[in-house]
């Protein structure tokens, strides 16, 4: 039989529908986790899903996962989701998308009375954003092992609210254990949350693998004076280092292309007085590429450049690094299936690796594993303008449905 | 008759005892403009001045004056002074050193019995600082016609109290005119509030005038995009162009030596997150240079250079030019006064030009006027680690007494 087509109406209207749950007035969703309105999100994906007769069951870091049963209990099930928190002035999209995709492959399935081998299930993970709890990626990240369940239950917010207190008001600290159980393959649909495809006029990205991360506070030291008084030669201006720093940074990326990223995106200049050379400096370092040993000498140039321009204008200066994700390479046959559906459906499309973080990429490392990147306008995402093309959206399903039904293996009828 | 000489203790002790009203922990003084403390510092400062023979006036915007009679009442004044009030984290010596030296010079002519055919004035000038109310040299500019009385009365701090209600409130609201009369010649001594006396080892600097001064409020703006999915080439950062702009800030007064001065003392990045790519930058400049004509040089490069480097990032921007003050040339009698009696001393000095406004700027406009300049530990002030050697504040203070003498004449015994 040939792979029926999912509905692209009724996937809009469920996006536009669960964005109504924490709509913002300049059409953006403000749904943090773990909030009584992610409660409400996830008590109607969850109504959603069991009128297209899942069972349903919640873990307990709050993960929730919508079993349609397969002919063969005993096979592994192929997982697909993303998670529907959202940033404080978020998208409809972000993560929405990947889990109202889920639904639709079920709701597709249905209707065209399809079975598959193994079971299919549509998760939602608790807590993806990391914008009321750190870490981010908490629900994936427990579910794989990266983080210890009782630690992160005592994560606290910004008012002193634990994960697990908050999990507890909305009522979705579930019976079931966090993980340990095996996986067939996960696949995740998402806005591609960057400006490439849309640059290059592709529909629909197959995502190879996640660029590395290493985060890095830099702190520069000079002397504060005053900036009349003060002749140029005899200052110990921390800002002028700063900056150099900053295209420093960029200046090293430029050198790691196509896969390289630096970006200084916090700065804090002190005392900041318009007539007063600042004395000091605080800045963060972002520096990201898809091949660790790469980024390895990334890091190896910026803590020289911090030395080298920091003693240039006679300052001091400190590097710490505050964070390390290794890059990530999706596995062959997940990523050859999503380049095979695209080719399939005739899709415009390119090999994309993924700039930020996903709950895919904790999910790799327990089970074979790709992502499926659509265009998003601008590549504008964490932004209430967050916005994509129906037409878009529905590609990227249907490329899900094909991979979901090639990995679940339909029954022959 | 030779000149005699300052008692140097006595000026010591004088600032140290003066520095009392208002100390701090580390060191220094916070004694804010029109506060009580204030108030206690002016009230010692008359008592001092009427036990030293002295007649004191105040007038309407808080100016006090303190009166030597000359032998011939109908003279102008030969004026001296600074102000008392502080930085927030001030020091002992900023403006003090010159109001206790104005002192010691009426008390080093009455110990010598010294009368002058003009009267002698000794100026504490109103919130020199503008810390607390705005415009800085408040009292200065009332009194040369800069800002009129009546608005400047009616100036509010951050907690909406004016400055004519603190004025009432420490009782120093006085019924003196503002200004509208005639000065022979007005002279200030200060600590440098720069490095340059200490880096070029002399005691005593020969202010010759005051650099320009022009501030400028720049803004950036890009788009704000995920650090991650973003590759380099599709950024709009504003922060790296903001960080050329500091960069070519300083570039540009690096040509205009020795008498330029580029300085970006503050800035604020937005949204100031390390993950995400910078899309707007606000920064102060402030440009200075001895020369207007220069100075006009420096801004139009500078103007040029923000709007070729935000392009090149991709950015938008605009430069606002929110001050300017002329560059002031004092009087060739009054430096030279300055100069000579230096040689005289056997000070070791050169000519300086201030960076820092200081109310001896505005007296030019009204009066022949020079400034002596003292070295300052590490060329630090506005901070409660500002120091000075007594030896190096009684020398300037001698050179005080000198140029005082001359412009007012000692009457022959």
Redesign the interface.
């Known amino acids: 039989m040939s792979t029926p087509s999912i509905n692209s109406q009724r996937l809009w209207n469920s996006l536009m529908e669960l964005a109504k749950i924490g709509a913002t007035e300049k059409g953006g969703v403000r749904r943090l986790a773990l909030s009584p309105l992610d409660g409400q999100a996830r008590d109607l994906f969850i109504r959603w899903c069991k009128e297209a007769g899942c069972t349903v069951k919640v873990d307990g870091i709050g993960n929730i996962f919508a079993r349609r049963a397969g002919k063969n209990g005993s096979l592994s099930p192929v997982i697909t989701g993303s998670h529907i928190d959202t940033q404080p002035s978020g998208g409809k999209f972000d993560g929405n998308y990947g889990v109202m995709s889920g639904l639709e492959v079920v709701r597709t399935l249905n209707d065209n009375k399809i079975q598959t081998e193994a079971p299919i299930e549509v998760a939602v993970w608790t807590n993806e954003e990391g914008s009321r709890f750190t870490p981010v990626m908490m629900g994936s990240g427990v579910f794989i092992g990266a983080f210890p369940l009782d630690g992160t239950l005592q994560r606290a917010d910004i008012d002193g609210v634990t994960v697990g207190q908050a999990l507890k008001q909305i009522g979705y600290q579930g019976p079931e254990p966090v993980g340990g159980r095996p996986v067939g393959a996960y696949f995740e649909a998402h806005i591609?949350?960057?400006?490439?495809l849309e640059?290059e006029r592709k529909v629909l990205g197959v995502v190879v693998g996640a660029?590395g991360?290493r985060?890095y506070d830099v702190a520069i030291s000079g002397?504060?004076?005053?900036?009349?008084?003060?002749?140029?030669?005899?200052r110990k201006?921390s800002?002028?280092a700063?900056?150099?720093v900053?295209?420093e940074v960029?200046a090293i990326?430029?050198r790691y292309?196509?896969d390289?990223?630096?970006?200084?995106?916090?700065?804090?200049?002190k005392p900041?007085?318009?007539?007063?050379?600042?004395g000091e400096v605080r800045l963060?370092v972002?520096l990201?590429h898809s091949d660790d040993g790469q980024l390895e000498k990334m890091e190896q140039e910026m803590r020289a450049a911090v030395e080298r321009l920091a003693k240039a204008q006679n300052c001091s200066s400190t590097v710490e690094r505050v964070a390390n994700y290794p890059a990530c390479k999706f596995d062959a046959s997940c990523v050859s299936a999503v380049r095979s559906a695209a080719q399939k459906l005739g899709l415009s499309h390119m090999d994309i690796v993924?700039?930020?973080?996903h709950d895919a990429i904790y999910m790799a490392r327990v089970c074979p594993t790709s992502m499926i990147f659509v265009p998003c306008e601008?590549?504008?995402?964490?932004?209430e303008i967050e916005n994509a093309k129906p037409e878009d959206l529905a590609a990227g399903c249907n490329v899900l449905l094909n991979v979901m039904l090639e990995k679940a293996k339909v029954v022959a009828s």
Request: charged share 15%.
């Open positions: 591609e949350q960057g400006p490439i640059d660029l991360l985060w002397q504060d004076s005053h900036a009349g008084p003060t002749p140029m030669r005899l201006d800002l002028i700063a900056s150099s900053v295209l960029n990326a430029q292309q196509p390289g990223r630096g970006t200084v995106g916090f700065m804090q200049v900041n007085s318009r007539n007063v050379v600042p963060s972002d990201r993924s700039g930020a973080g601008g590549g504008i995402s964490h932004n």
